[in-house]
């Protein structure tokens, strides 16, 4: 694993090596092992690396043969040896054993259909130096990030790329002016949704796209090149449907453990967790390394369930008591992220790969499975709620609107009260903003009362029409399956995986995701939605293909999550820090919001007249972020 970054100057004007060196050198923690950059003139690509395959002689930015095309690439390619085999058999000849090379010979032979042929994650650069065109890639579910801005001045045309938000901001043209939008999508999804960035002009590249621009067409085209198709359904039974599922599963797992590294497996005695692990031992040669972190909190702590999984399958398992309250940790996490992004598990998720990688270098995860199997609670949600849809959009929203009066007031998001509100305000909702409505961690109405008169001037988009446009493209038929499609495309590249690959790589360790193989995913998306989802219960054909494999008092545990008690924190620990940084920070000073309306959410959740965790947390994140702009 790695990090990349690149310079091209479209209008000409040699690219500056100090800049360079600049954006490559802040990649460092993603690739502590070497560094490489390789400059001619109007381009230049970095590189840093974290050694996996081929610990010698894969050093980039990496050329062909007679240095018409150089690359500069991020990730991992699986069937990189299959690849190896047919462009050998086309007469490519190779110098390395590494994964980047068949990248190369790839593009020789299919030019930028070449990504089609790749299963992995990946991100990267290709420049040919014969057409001056660069090719930008990024992998189907999007594992691997990649961020980039486009600048036309008098001074000329340039495109630069990168890791990270943070190695681009070392080029001195990077846009740095806030995106409004972005924030007020921000403040709605916990993390600012592809293509945008906090900043305006600067984009990600979306999971499954390519970008291409060069001196002879110097405007970006971005194509996407792979989407998920739920529309059409295999014509099999249950029997063979897991029998398959089951040789998919072994097989990507499989390759997934392919390094010259020691590796090891995350084990938080979860389904998805324990099926990884289970289906890893018996194809390594001695006991696995399998890792999990526990908090004082038991209704967080999972310690006691991934012991049992480690003792069935006779893994090294290490677990460690952490204390997520350290406040010094999100400071930096906060930095890493390079824009706001407050999912909660980022903390945890951190500390998980700083206490791995003492031991590994690569670590396999069970990231993915409740996307592709109906794992998620809302899933249900989205079922059982539609069938309310038989009554009128305004009955449904007065009934829901009447019982939620009723209920009582809720301090923690993680009550009975809280749940049903949830359910009643989705079951009231449009049948298209219901999803919103059940992932949505700061409301409209609550957002716009706490921005100021100036910034309120701004003419946002509401988030749902973002949605709106999703399910407008959605190929699946049934409501639940959409909310699974629109994961797939959103929360789990722009929430999940982000969060993975930024904790990992802060700690200089590759995460590998055995479910997010993308012919998995195609398959899951295939299969009839009772086989997902049949009654209450959720990821059926995973629990039942490995009933045997996972032991019987984990099979029916409740779905914990990997969450810390942020409402109590905010009440308690870091009361005061919060309170101080939010309401006496730069994004108040800034005239971003309005300082009193978030004092009364801030005292109304710390005398638990309510639970504004989520709201708070995510300004507290923002501040933490913008103070340091």
Known sequence: MCGITGIFNLTGGNVESDILNSMNSRLEHRGPDADGIWINGDIGLAHRRLSIIDLHDGVQPMTNEDGTVHITFNGEVYNHQQLRSELQSKGHIFKTKCDTEVIVHLYEEFGKECVSHLNGMFAFAIYDTKKRYLLLARDRLGQKPLVFFYKKSPAGTIIAFSSELHSLKAHPEMPTELSPQALHDYLTLQYVPAPETIYKGVNKLPPAFILEIS????????????????????????????????EMLKNSVKERMMADVPLGAFLSGGIDSTVITGIMQPHSLMPLNTFCIGFNDEKYDERQFAKVAADAFGTKHKDKLVNPADFSVLEKLVQHYGEPYSDASMIPTYFLCQFARKSVTVA??????????AGYYRYLVMKYTRIADILPHKMRNILASLIMKILPPFSEERNNVARLTRILNATGSSTNSRYLNLTNRFPEKMKKSIYSPEFANFAFRDTQRHFDALYSQCTAANYAEKAMEIDLVTYLPGDILTKVDIASMANSLEVRSPFMDHNLVEFAAALNMKFKQHGNTRKRILKDTYEKLIPKSLQNRQKMGF??????????EWKDIAKERILEGSAIQSGYFNRKSIETMFNEHCTSQADHSYSLWALLVFELWNSNQ
């Open 215 to 246: 001196a002879e067409n110097p405007v970006p085209r971005v194509a996407q090149y792979w989407r998920c198709n739920y529309s059409e359904k295999y014509v099999i039974n249950y029997k063979q449907a897991s029998v398959k599922f089951k």
């Open 364 to 373: 396999l995860s069970g990231d993915g499975a409740d996307e592709l199997f």
């Open 563 to 572: 969450g810390v008690p942020i409402a109590q924190w905010l009440r308690k």
